[in-house]
């Protein structure tokens, strides 16, 4: 039997990585998918650490040769999480936590059957939109953009199989860890 996966998503802003970051200060046991995107790196981050940067030529032969277990565009950009290396750690008895967005985690439901799907909730709308702002990173174009995607991945909450609401980042990652022990 394969080793416990989580897969995490919610909307953009609402500390998806920051929680995640707690998991594996929590269990440093689990590893934490790195995912391969279109999207130039923000500073700071760290190709083959944060996400695998690659062209859209590249990320187009990962699809041909069904090396993703999902991918999905988001924000104009494409990520998607590679196959083999979820796999390896998986058979190796190694719990895995994959963060992602709706669409990827909807392809997930289909790929990995004995995944437990998470939703990461933000505490309210205003909390969401004051995070996303708050970041100092994105356009005003690109914080609309993710504030009308957030409305879509909102209304998805029924589809997964619990829902955390990020109140209080420590609290969220230990719901995190539990149903990472819970699937053993």
């Known amino acids: 039997m394969s080793a416990p996966l989580v897969v995490v998503s919610g909307p953009s802003g609402v500390g998806k990585s920051t929680v995640v970051q707690q998991v594996l200060a929590l269990a440093p046991e689990v590893w934490l998918s790195v995912s391969a995107t279109t999207r130039k790196p923000r500073p700071g981050e760290v190709d083959g650490e944060h996400y695998f940067f690659v062209s859209d030529e590249a990320f187009d032969r990962l699809i041909k040769d069904d090396q993703l277990l999902e991918w999905a565009p988001f924000a104009g950009n494409r990520y998607g ?33 004995d995944a437990r799907l998470v939703f990461l909730a933000p505490p309210s709308w205003e909390i969401l939109e004051a995070r996303l702002r708050g970041r100092g990173t994105e356009s005003d174009e690109s914080v609309h953009s993710r504030l009308a995607a957030a409305a879509v991945e909102m209304a998805a909450q029924g589809e997964f199989d619990d829902v955390v609401i990020n109140t209080d980042v420590r609290l969220a990652a230990e719901s995190l860890v539990a149903f990472l022990h819970d699937i053993r």
Not at 83 to 91: K, P, S
Not at 95 to 100: F, K, N, T, W
């Open 81 to 113: 999480t590679p196959r083999g290396a979820v796999q390896e750690h998986r058979d190796a008895g190694i719990p895995v936590i994959l963060e992602i967005e709706l669409e990827g985690a909807r392809q997930m439901r289909k790929a990995a059957k």
